[in-house]
C-alpha cells in the first residue's frame, strides 16, 4: 500500500541508543540512576522509551508487509535463542546504508539498505542473529552499566538530553547531539570480547534457525571487501568493528557445521524487491533497475517482475502494472505482497469496489493481518466508507496498539466526517505512541473544547487519558 505516515521526521546521527520514550501506563520506580544496576525491567522499560521516540525522530520505515517480513524472520531466531527475557521488537529505518544496532530491551533496528546488500536471506539473518546475542548476552546493558560508574556525569547529561528531547524536540536534539561526541560513541561501542562472543553465539542460532551459518563470515568479507580500496567506511563497521582475524575467526566457527544449501524464501525475494524498488531507489532510476533485471538471463524471477510492477506503478504506469501482477496472482493469489500492489492499482485506477471485494474476502481469511487490515480500510477510505474504516482500524489497534499508520488512517476517517473531537484524539493518541507528550497532551485539550456539553461521559474519559499522560510525562521529567 502506498499510504504514507505524515508525521515530520529528522534524522541523526544512529547509535544503539538514541532517545527517550514511554511504553507503559504505569511506570515502576528505576531508582536515583537508571543505569547504576540496570536489572531486565529497567533495561526493558528504558528501552522502549529510547524506541519510542527513536521512532519520532529517525526516517522510520512503516511499511506493513516489511514489518511482516522482518517481524517474522526475527521472532523465528528469538525463539531459538537461549538467555531471552523479555519480548523483542523489530523495526526498519529508511537508510542504503548498511547498518544494524541493537537497543536495550530487546529492540533491533534493521537499515533497509541492509537487507538491500544480502546476497541471501541467510546472510541478512546473520546480522540479526548477531543483534540478537548482543541483547541475549547482555552486551548492551553492561556496556551501559559501566559507563555510568565510570563516569556518571557523561551518563546523567546523555539522559538529561534524552528526556529534554520529549519536552522540547529541537532543543533536546542539540543537546543529545553535543553530549554523544567520542564519550557516547565508546559507551556503546563493544568490545572484541562482545563481537566475538555476538559471532560465536550468532553462529550457532543462525545454524538453529534453520539458515547457513557460513552466510556470517560470507557476509563479513563482503563489507570487508567493500571499503578495502575506500576512505569511507561503512555505517554498520563503526559500532562493530571488523578485522580480518575477526573474519578468519567467524569462518573458522561455521566450519564446526555442516555446509547445506538453505534455499531463500520467496518472501526474502520479494521484500528485497520491494526494498529496491521503494527505498533505495526512485522513479526512473527504480524502473530503469528493474527493466534490465527482467532482460538478463536467470533475472526474469518472480520477485524481479514484482519489482517492476511497483516501479511502473511508481512512475504512473499503472495499466502495465496491472498486467504484470495479474500473472503473478494468477500463480499465487494469496499473497500479501501481490495483494497489496494490486489494491493500490485497484484504487488509483479508480475501482475501489473492486478493491473492497478482492479485500473483503482476504479479511474474513485474516482478520487480524495487517497488510490486510490497512489495505482494507485504504479502500474503504478511498471509498468514502468511513465508518467500516473505523472499525477495521480500531480492531486492529485492539491487537496490535502500536500500528502507526492505523493512527494516521483514524485521523484521516474521522477529518472526513468532520468529527473533529475524535479527530484530535486520534491524532493525540499516534503523538502519545511517538511519546511527543506536550503535543499530545495538547491535542487531548482541543479534543475537549470539541465536545458538546451534554457529551458528559465522552469529557470524563478525556479527561482520564489526558491525567494518566500528564503523569507519565511528569515521571519521565523526575528521572533526570
Not at 533495561?43 to 522510520?60: A, F, N, V, W, Y
Not at 538478463?296 to 516501479?311: E, I, R, V
Not at 471485494?357 to 485474516?366: D, S, T
Request: with cysteine.
Amino acid at each position: 500500500m502506498t499510504y504514507l505516515l505524515k508525521i515530520a521526521f529528522c534524522s541523526m546521527f544512529v547509535l544503539p541508543f538514541t532517545a527517550a520514550a514511554v511504553n507503559s501506563t504505569a511506570l515502576p520506580d528505576l531508582g536515583t540512576n537508571a543505569f547504576s544496576s540496570l536489572s531486565p525491567e529497567k533495561e526493558k522499560i528504558i528501552g522502549d522509551m529510547m524506541l519510542k521516540q527513536t521512532r519520532s525522530q529517525l526516517p522510520m520505515v512503516n511499511d506493513p508487509l516489511l514489518d511482516e517480513y522482518l517481524h517474522t524472520l526475527g521472532q523465528g531466531l528469538v525463539a531459538k535463542a537461549e538467555g531471552v527475557r523479555f519480548p523483542f521488537s523489530f523495526s526498519w529505518v529508511n537508510s542504503p546504508e548498511i547498518n544494524a544496532f541493537a537497543m536495550l530491551g530487546g529492540n533491533i533496528v534493521s537499515n533497509t539498505g541492509t537487507l538491500a546488500a544480502a546476497d541471501s536471506e541467510s546472510e541478512f539473518a546473520s546480522v540479526m542473529s548477531h543483534e540478537i546475542v548482543h541483547v541475549t548476552q547482555r552486551h548492551i546493558a553492561r556496556a551501559v552499566e559501566a559507563k555510568s560508574q565510570n563516569a556518571p556525569l557523561t551518563m546523567a547529561s546523555l539522559l538529561g538530553s534524552i528526556l529534554l528531547t520529549i519536552a522540547n524536540p529541537e532543543a533536546g536534539m542539540a543537546g543529545l547531539m553535543a553530549t554523544q561526541g567520542v564519550a557516547a560513541q565508546q559507551a556503546i561501542n563493544f568490545t572484541r570480547s562482545n563481537e566475538q562472543e555476538a559471532d560465536r553465539i550468532g553462529i550457532q542460532l543462525l545454524a538453529k534457525g534453520g539458515y547457513d551459518p557460513y552466510a556470517m563470515p560470507e557476509f563479513f568479507n563482503k563489507l570487508s571487501e567493500k571499503t578495502r580500496f575506500s576512505n569511507t567506511q561503512l555505517a554498520f563497521l563503526y559500532t562493530h568493528p571488523l578485522s580480518q582475524a575477526r573474519i578468519s575467526d567467524s569462518r573458522v566457527r561455521a566450519e564446526q557445521f555442516e555446509r547445506r544449501f538453505v534455499p531463500d524464501s520467496s518472501d526474502f525475494a520479494l521484500a528485497k524487491a520491494r526494498v529496491w524498488a521503494r527505498y533505495q531507489l526512485k522513479g526512473k532510476d527504480a524502473l530503469a533497475y528493474f527493466q534490465k533485471k527482467v532482460a538478463t538471463p536467470g533475472g526474469n524471477t518472480k520477485a524481479n517482475q514484482y519489482g517492476l510492477a511497483l516501479a511502473l506503478f511508481d512512475s504512473g504506469d499503472v495499466s502495465a502494472a496491472e498486467q504484470i501482477l495479474l500473472k503473478l496472482r494468477a500463480h499465487d493469489d494469496k499473497n500479501l505482497f501481490y495483494i497489496d500492489a494490486m489494491t493500490d492499482v485497484y484504487i488509483q485506477s479508480g475501482r475501489t469496489e473492486k478493491a473492497l471485494q478482492l479485500l473483503e474476502q482476504e479479511y474474513l481469511l485474516r482478520p487480524n493481518n495487517q497488510v490486510i487490515t490497512l489495505n482494507y480500510a485504504n479502500a474503504a477510505l478511498a471509498a468514502k466508507s468511513e465508518r467500516l474504516a473505523l472499525h477495521l482500524l480500531k480492531n486492529l489497534l485492539y491487537f496490535k496498539p502500536d500500528t502507526y499508520l492505523a493512527y494516521e488512517m483514524l485521523i484521516d476517517a474521522y477529518k472526513s466526517m468532520n468529527d473533529m473531537a475524535k479527530y484530535f484524539e486520534a491524532r493525540a493518541d499516534l503523538y502519545y505512541q511517538l511519546a511527543i507528550y506536550p503535543k499530545a497532551i495538547d491535542d487531548i485539550n482541543e479534543a475537549l473544547n470539541r465536545l458538546a456539553a451534554t457529551d458528559k461521559l465522552e469529557s470524563r474519559r478525556l479527561e482520564a487519558k489526558k491525567k494518566q499522560w500528564q503523569a507519565e510525562f511528569t515521571r519521565l521529567k523526575q528521572l533526570n
